[in-house]
């Protein structure tokens, strides 16, 4: 079964660092998301990217952070200047549709840690 | 509104025992319902969904119990088995927008005791 890859499972990085979290979505999905979830607590929405533009953005998703597609299979998440409080795993999930009865499927998730 | 409350944090069953999960909403825009199971380590992966037009679906051991009027959704476990031990999290999302993102509730940590 087709899935959705992160890489890498685990980033370590200083603060006030840039970090890129990749993505491959599953290959014929159209709709791209990033969600974070901090230790012990809920899966929170990030960002939602349809045709080379972002769909929706949480308040979260402030300017620190941005999204890519930079070519036909990747799809990453950008934070320019990280602080401590981004630590977190970081999930990314793609649909075909945007429609609500789409199902989204998962990544394994990028285990972020900021020093 | 946006808010998705789930109960009980953590919940300890007898290998074989029924699994209740519970969840409520508010916001009446929401209209897809799907619960996710999360092992240590893994993404979140979907284990059943249901539309507020049916009250209830089922698949397998999994099932959705849907109460529109209370706004309310459960999701049964029958049988559980020690393999079931995982955090379930109920979602919602709402159509007609650029984006059907989800609403994850808080958790439910489930235990299976053999």
């Known amino acids: 079964e087709p899935e959705v890859t992160q890489t890498p499972s685990h980033q370590v990085t200083q603060m006030g660092q840039e970090v890129i979290l990749r993505c491959v979505p599953i290959s014929n999905h159209l709709y791209f998301y990033w969600y974070r979830q901090i230790l012990g607590q809920k899966v929170e929405f990030l960002v939602s990217f349809y045709n080379n533009e972002i769909s929706e953005k949480s308040e979260i998703f402030d300017d620190q952070f941005s999204v890519e597609r930079p070519d036909g299979s990747n799809f990453t998440l950008k934070i320019r200047s990280t602080k401590l409080e981004d630590s977190a795993m970081y999930f990314c999930?793609?649909?075909?549709?945007?429609?609500?009865?789409?199902?989204?499927?998962f990544g394994d998730g990028t285990r972020l840690s900021i020093l | 509104q946006q808010q998705v409350k789930q109960s009980p944090q953590s919940l300890i069953v007898q290998k074989g025992g029924i699994s209740i999960i519970n969840c409520a909403y508010e916001n009446t825009a929401f209209d897809y319902f799907p619960w996710y199971q999360q092992f240590p380590g893994k993404g979140p992966a979907l284990l059943i969904a249901i539309r507020p037009d049916v009250s209830e679906k089922k698949e397998g051991r999994f099932t959705i119990s849907f109460n529109k009027s209370a706004k309310q959704f459960s999701l049964h476990i029958m049988d559980s088995q020690p393999g079931d031990s995982a955090t379930y999290f109920c979602?919602?999302?709402?159509?007609?927008?650029?984006?059907?993102?989800?609403?994850f509730g808080t958790g439910t940590l489930l235990a299976v005791q053999p």
């Open positions: 979602a919602a999302s709402m159509g007609g927008g650029a984006t059907n993102k989800l609403i």
């Open positions: 999930a793609s649909s075909v549709f945007q429609y609500s009865n789409q199902p989204q499927h």
